[in-house]
């Protein structure tokens, strides 16, 4: 089982969908947001929006998800985990290209370290629907 101390600070991130049901907007529909944190610290490095029920940010979200993410540390991890069955093109072609090795693993695993910001976010979400 994955844990936040089995790592260092920038030595391995997550990309994940923060929301569990879709964010509506008035003028442009429906999204889901797509994050990256860091293993170690928990962290959210950068979010994007992505249009709902699309599996993968597009080009241009990616780069911008990338380039928040390395102005933390300025520098890329070795390793990005992501669920299975998710971020398997344009993200995952991203992160090959900056020498980070994409390893798929089951949502399950990663709960220790997404489960907390996503509570949060529900938390808020329910909050402002009010």
Not at 48 to 75: V, Y
Not at 90 to 112: D, F, K, N, P, Y
Request: contains cysteine.
């Amino acid at each position: 089982m994955l844990h936040p101390h089995q790592f260092r600070v920038n030595e391995a991130w997550i990309a994940f969908q923060l929301n569990d049901d879709p964010v509506q907007t008035e003028r442009d529909g429906s999204f889901d947001i797509v994050c990256l944190m860091d293993a170690a610290s928990c962290f959210i490095l950068g979010s994007a929006f992505i249009p709902f029920g699309e599996s993968d940010p597009s080009e241009l979200e990616t780069r911008r998800l990338f380039k928040a993410s390395w102005a933390h540390k300025r520098q890329f991890p070795k390793m990005l985990f992501v669920p299975k069955g998710w971020f398997q093109t344009t993200l995952r072609a991203a992160a090959e290209r900056r020498g980070i090795s994409v390893v798929s693993v089951e949502e399950s695993q990663l709960l220790v370290f997404i489960g907390e910001a996503r509570q949060g976010f529900k938390e808020y979400s329910k909050g402002r629907s009010r």
